[in-house]
C-alpha cells in the first residue's frame, strides 16, 4: 500500500538503527561483522530510495514522477552493496587481509551457533562461521532485490531459492541451541519476511500487474500475491511483539528466570545467583533485587 509518511517515518529509523549498529561492531573492533552490516546499510539504502520513488508517484500524481530515476539510483547503490559484500569473500577472505573478532566468533561457537555445513566444506568461506553464513544470507538478499529491482528472473531464482533455505537454517539452528530465545525469535521473523517479498516479488515478476491496489475486494491483488504478501509480512510482525511485549516484560518483572543450567525457567523467590552461573555470590544481592534478563547473548547479524 502507498503510505507516503509511514514509510518515510520507518525507512528513516531503519537507516538510523543500522547505522548505530554499524557503528557500534566498527567501535568493538569486529572487522567481519562490520563489513556485513555496513553492506546490510547500503542495501536498506537502496531499497529506502526505491520506495521512495515508489510511493511518491501514488500519492503525488499532481507531480512529476520521479520513480524512473529513483528506481536507476536503487539499482547503482545495490551494485556498490553487492560489490562491497563479495569483496570480503573474493579478496579478504582469501589472502587473510582481516580477520572478524576472535573473541565474537568464540563466543558464538559456544552458545551453539555453527554453521552445520563448515564441518563438510571447511575451505569455503561462507560456511567459516556463523557470522560469514549470516553475511552470506544478506548476500543473497541483495542479490534477489537487485533482479526484483531489474526484473531478472533467473537471477530471481538463483538467489531466492537458497536465501529462503538459508533463513529457515537460521530459526532451525537457533531454536535447538540453549539461551537463544532472543535470536531464535528474530530470525523466525527475519524468514516470515523474507516469505512475504518472495510472494510480492513474484506477483510482480510474474504478472503484468504492478501498481498499488486494494488489498480488500481486489482481484488483482489476489492474482499478483500482494493480498498473501501482506499477511505475511503482518504476521511476521507477530514474533517481536512476543519478545519484545511479552517475554522481555515478564523478564524484566522477574517472572522468568533460568534454571541453573540454563534450560527452562525459574520462579521469583528462588536464588538467583545459583540459578546463573555467570553471576558470583558477590553479585548475588544486586540480582535478587532487580532480576536480570537471563543470559541470552544476540549475534551479530542483529
Not at 509511514?6 to 563489513?35: H, K, T, Y
Not at 555453527?114 to 552470506?136: D, H, L, M, Q
Not at 504478501?229 to 518483572?253: G, K
Request: aromatic share 16%; glycine share 6%.
Amino acid at each position: 500500500q502507498s503510505w507516503y509518511y509511514p514509510s518515510w517515518v520507518f525507512g528513516v529509523v531503519a537507516l538510523l538503527v543500522s547505522a548505530l549498529a554499524s557503528g557500534r561492531q566498527i567501535r568493538d573492533g569486529d572487522f567481519e561483522s562490520s563489513w556485513y552490516l555496513v553492506a546490510q546499510f547500503i542495501w536498506l539504502l537502496a531499497n529506502f530510495i526505491w520506495m521512495v520513488g515508489d510511493v511518491h508517484d501514488v500519492d503525488r500524481p499532481d507531480e512529476p514522477e520521479i520513480y524512473d530515476r529513483y528506481q536507476r539510483i536503487s539499482q547503482r547503490i545495490m551494485e556498490a552493496g553487492i560489490g562491497f559484500i563479495l569483496a570480503w569473500y573474493l579478496i579478504i577472505l582469501p589472502f587473510n587481509l582481516k580477520r572478524g573478532a576472535v573473541n565474537a566468533r568464540e563466543e558464538l561457537d559456544r552458545l551453539g551457533l555453527k554453521c552445520r555445513f563448515a564441518a563438510c566444506f571447511p575451505n569455503v568461506p561462507i560456511f567459516r562461521s556463523w557470522t560469514s553464513y549470516e553475511g552470506f544470507h544478506i548476500l543473497l538478499w541483495m542479490i534477489k532485490d537487485y533482479a526484483w529491482n531489474t526484473e531478472n528472473h533467473a537471477l530471481w531464482f538463483i538467489s531466492t531459492i537458497p536465501a529462503v533455505l538459508i533463513g529457515f537454517d537460521f530459526a532451525l539452528t537457533t531454536a535447538l541451541a540453549e539461551n537463544m530465545i532472543v535470536d531464535h525469535l528474530h530470525y523466525v521473523a527475519q524468514f516470515m519476511w523474507v516469505g512475504g517479498n518472495l510472494a510480492w516479488s513474484a506477483g510482480e515478476l510474474f504478472t503484468d500487474e504492478d501498481e498499488v491496489m486494494p488489498l480488500r475486494g481486489s482481484r488483482k491483488a489476489v492474482v499478483t500475491a500482494r493480498f498473501y504478501s501482506s499477511w505475511i509480512l503482518i504476521l511476521s510482525l507477530a514474533p517481536i511483539v512476543v519478545l519484545y511485549f511479552v517475554w522481555f516484560l515478564m523478564t524484566c518483572f522477574g517472572m522468568i528466570l533460568e534454571d541453573e543450567e540454563g534450560k527452562g525457567c525459574g520462579t521469583p523467590g528462588e536464588d538467583a545467583s545459583q540459578m546463573n552461573p555467570l553471576h558470583s555470590s558477590q553479585d548475588a544481592p544486586r540480582y535478587q533485587e532487580r532480576p536480570e534478563m537471563g543470559e541470552v547473548k544476540h549475534s551479530s547479524g542483529w
